[in-house]
């Protein structure tokens, strides 16, 4: 696979002149046209070729012409590059280079053990598509076809298109390099991932790769892109260090959290995902709004139960006793609760117990349970734990932040830094959050990208906005952000 990449010599247009002058050379099956797009002389060398090892021991090498009907072109984008528009001028130029040796003979491959001859089913000119996934049905005309198809795939689209083009003479398919990506971690496992890596050509416009202009990689890997290192609060331990384009997992606990940001940037760590679904006339933000209404007690560590005991006035790891999350500020304290009368909340509480029995006993009888504050805006009503469990119910307030709570639980460490940051939206990429850590914390000050999953494994690589910042990416994070209406 040729690696094509603009350069600081380059004037205006030279790389995309370079992947044109590729793409019609694998259009010819050789190397008949030269950079400046002008033919070169005959005879003309065979492109693409593949080298072939014998595979006994008084075997020979041999080497293979392959003749594709399909090509691929594997893309970055710089920031301000519409895919539609590359596709556009490429088919421009493609068309003023002429298209006559796709309408002439023309030998191509059927299966990986036939080949076609052709004649007089090609008219001429081009059909642009996209976004789309590749057409995999033959068609029912069987001439009239245009010369070309030039066709760009969603974004989360990493399937190898069909090697084989049945809407056109040749077909140009434009994916974002994370395909490429996804071909090489699974191996040369069908012919559609064959061609996909020999009649390709990986167009790098954002500059990523550390492939040099006119290199060649076959197949592409994660290790031929630049790493952006992670900040080491969100590295692995001693020997498993990630590089900053392998995506980085955020500890978002077991009941599927979510980072929740407000309008000031601030960040919170909601333990489920579900609690920021709620019923008409209790709402989530903020969040504490529903908790200050309870009775208050004082701040008494020394009678809140922990998994080792009693807390001390030294404690800080604590956690919601139904979400799991890290606690500072606001928060529900519950004592004494009894398992609920049969039919009465076990599906969001399951007692193994029989109805009106302690759920805490013993010496931690009237030790207190915490309750965060979106646990508790999330129940159907007050009376779920009041009534139906029998428990006193009464609000607190923790005399530290949930990040200082996040560094003492533990596999929440990596969240501290960030929760005691700033965030702020990355402009030009809706879904990801530069969060600049406290200087002089455990941060010291680095900033990181928070990306949402619907920006894909490789935001660093492929997303134009989320690429310039040069900055660590952390990918799959569940965000969230507060509307402005609220």
């Known amino acids: 696979m040729r690696v094509l990449k603009p350069t600081e010599t380059d004037a205006a247009g030279d790389a995309e002149r370079r992947l044109l002058a590729e ?92 080949v076609l001859r052709h004649k007089g089913r090609i008219a001429g000119g081009h059909m642009i598509v996209g976004p789309r996934k590749c057409y995999k049905k033959p068609v029912v005309e069987k001439a009239e076809l245009p ?22 003479a040749f077909t ?40 040099p202009d006119g290199g060649e990689a076959s197949p592409l890997a994660i290790g031929n892109f630049e790493g952006i290192g992670l900040p080491p609060f969100l590295l692995a331990p001693a020997g498993g260090a990630r590089a900053g384009a392998v995506p980085a997992r ?42 200050l209404q309870l009775p208050a007690e004082a701040w008494a560590p020394g009678t809140i139960l922990l998994r080792e005991g009693l807390a001390s006035a030294d404690s800080r790891d604590f956690q919601c006793v139904s979400c799991a999350a890290p606690l500072g500020g606001e928060a529900v304290v519950v004592r004494a609760p009894r398992a609920p009368a049969n039919g009465q909340h076990r ?9 009106n029995v302690p759920l805490v006993g013993g ?13 508790w805006n999330a129940l159907e009503s007050p009376a779920c734990l009041s009534v139906h469990m029998g428990a006193r119910v009464t609000h607190t ?48 000050g680095a900033s990181v990208v928070l990306a949402c999953e619907k920006l894909g ?9 989320v690429a310039a910042t040069r900055l660590g990416v952390v990918t799959g994070v569940a965000l969230a952000e507060v509307s402005a209406g609220l």
């Open 23 to 114: 793409m019609l050379c694998l259009e010819h099956g050789a190397r008949a046209v030269g950079p400046d797009l002008q033919p070169l002389p005959a005879p003309h060398e065979p492109w693409p070729v593949v080298k072939m090892r014998p595979i006994t021991a008084k075997g020979i090498p041999y080497a293979v012409h392959y003749r594709p009907t399909v090509g691929v072109v594997f893309y970055t984008l710089a920031p301000g590059t519409r895919i539609a528009d590359l596709v556009g001028r490429l088919s421009a130029q493609l068309e003023r280079a002429g298209d006559a040796h796709l309408r002439a003979y023309r030998a191509a491959a059927a299966t990986p053990a036939t």
């Open 147 to 168: 010369a070309r198809l030039l066709q760009w795939t969603p974004p989360d689209d990493n399937e190898p298109p069909p090697h084989y083009s049945i809407r056109a």
């Open 172 to 211: 140009w398919v434009f994916m974002p390099v994370t395909a490429a990506l996804a071909i090489g971690e699974a191996g040369f496992d069908s012919m559609p991932a064959v061609n996909a890596t020999l009649s390709a050509v990986f167009y790098d416009e954002a500059r990523v790769s550390n492939i």
């Open 250 to 291: 955020l500890p978002l606990g077991p009941r599927g959290g979510v980072i929740l940001i407000d309008r000031a940037g601030r960040l919170t760590y909601v333990g489920r995902l579900l609690n920021l679904h709620l019923k008409a006339g209790r709402g989530v933000w903020p969040p504490g709004r529903n908790v």
């Open 347 to 355: 599906e969001w509480f399951f007692c193994p117990v029989g109805p």
């Open 363 to 375: 010496a931690f009888a009237d030790a207190g349970l915490l309750l965060c504050a979106f646990c």
């Open 397 to 444: 307030v923790l005399p530290f932040s949930q990040a200082e709570a996040a560094a003492a639980c533990p596999g929440y460490e990596p969240l501290a830094p960030l929760l005691a940051g700033a965030a702020a939206p990355l402009a030009g990429a809706p879904g990801a959050f530069v969060v600049k850590t406290p200087d002089g914390g455990p941060g010291n």
């Open 457 to 465: 494994r490789y935001p660093a690589i492929t997303h134009p906005a």
